[in-house]
């Protein structure tokens, strides 16, 4: 079990501009997460896929925002046309199966900071 | 709808000291799961421990504890012998068995800081 591996670690980029963020969950785990989260808060929840299929979006997930799960392996987040409001740490997690006790296991995550 | 919510921003206590931390929900169905997850400063969410509302049991983890009190909605977690390292962020979250998605609703999360 290597853990949910998340790149880039850090990523700064300028008002307008595109940023991709990739996923790597644990091998055998088929639902990820993404979350973003501010400062002194708990997550927020912006989509969800079992295997490669993204059953859930957030209604706060502007159209700004895709995401893709290839083959049900690793995932990205795409923000198009960044915005100052865009900055937060996006966090991405996975679980395994069908127990609702399962817990979710946690990358690192990615900090956006866009200037 | 379910919310939850952690009314203590921020906590302290000394090192080996108890310390707990509050957590109530809100919810209309009977059967769901409760969590709590540590954020450290690295920022690398971990489940501390877990209560499945059937369980009558208080769920315990080493030196972590829950009280829960399902009539109350309440669900607070007990630290037993702080130690430095569980200086984080602790955020309390419930899932609901009706949701298809496992979701997860979250507390705004409470700031454990340990005095040495």
């Known amino acids: ?115 | 709808a379910q919310t939850v919510t952690q009314s203590q921003p921020e906590m302290s206590v000394q090192e080996a000291e108890t310390v707990t931390l509050s957590c109530t929900y809100d919810t209309s169905e009977s059967d769901y799961y409760l969590f709590w997850y540590k954020q450290p400063p690295s920022r690398q969410m971990i489940l501390v421990i877990r209560q499945e509302a059937y369980k009558q049991q208080n769920a315990t983890e080493n030196r972590f504890s829950v009280n829960f009190q399902k009539a109350a909605k309440s669900f607070s977690l007990k630290i037993s012998d702080s130690q430095l390292g569980d200086a984080a962020m602790y955020f309390c979250a419930y899932r609901s068995p009706s949701d298809s998605n496992y979701q997860l609703i979250w507390g705004a999360g409470t700031k454990l800081i340990i005095k040495p």
């Open chain 1, 1 to 115: 079990d290597t853990g949910v591996s998340q790149n880039p670690r850090h990523k700064i980029t300028k008002r307008g501009q595109n940023v991709t963020f990739r996923c790597d969950p644990i091998s055998e785990h088929n639902r990820l997460y993404w979350y973003r989260q501010t400062l002194g808060q708990g997550p927020e929840f912006l989509t969800y896929f079992q295997n490669e299929a993204q059953l859930e979006k957030s209604r706060l997930l502007s159209d700004r925002f895709s995401a893709e799960r290839p083959k049900g392996s690793f995932s990205t987040l795409e923000i198009q046309r960044t915005e100052q409001g865009d900055s937060a740490m996006y966090l991405c997690a996975s679980s395994l199966g069908q127990d609702f006790n399962s817990p979710l296991h946690f990358g690192n995550g990615t900090r956006l900071t866009v200037t």
